[in-house]
């Protein structure tokens, strides 16, 4: 499932073990909008799908990665490492990927509170 190219449609980057994405999705569900869901787990997103989600979240890489994950060190990345390396080292570990974020068209927002995704609609 590829990334949205327009505003009428919402994905939901989701991972279904995390709390935080489970209430993003229990709250988009609650306002009733349609959206997609994509377990980025299960399909992981490309290095070059994961270049265009930073541009559409508008935040620098690092607000993107999990830096806390052991997977992160695994990969050999660290606080140096160039935004090219952290990008490969996601699109290979898709745990690094912070969640949930919803994409609508150009934009996203990552639900750290859950509410935050809200502003896209």
Known sequence: MLLPASDDELLLLHN????????TLALLEEKGVAFAVREYLKDPLSKEELASL??????????LIRKQ?????????SAES????????TASAPILMER??????SRAAIGRPPEDV????
Do not use: N, Q, T
């Open 16 to 23: 279904p073990r995390c709390s935080k994405s489970r209430a």
């Open 54 to 63: 930073v541009e559409r979240l508008g935040r620098p890489v690092s607000d």
């Open 69 to 77: 994950e052991a997977a992160f060190r695994e990969a050999g990345c």
């Open 82 to 89: 160039s935004d090219d390396e952290i990008l490969a080292a």
């Open 100 to 105: 949930p974020i919803l994409v609508r068209g």
């Open 118 to 121: 809200l502003e896209l609609l």
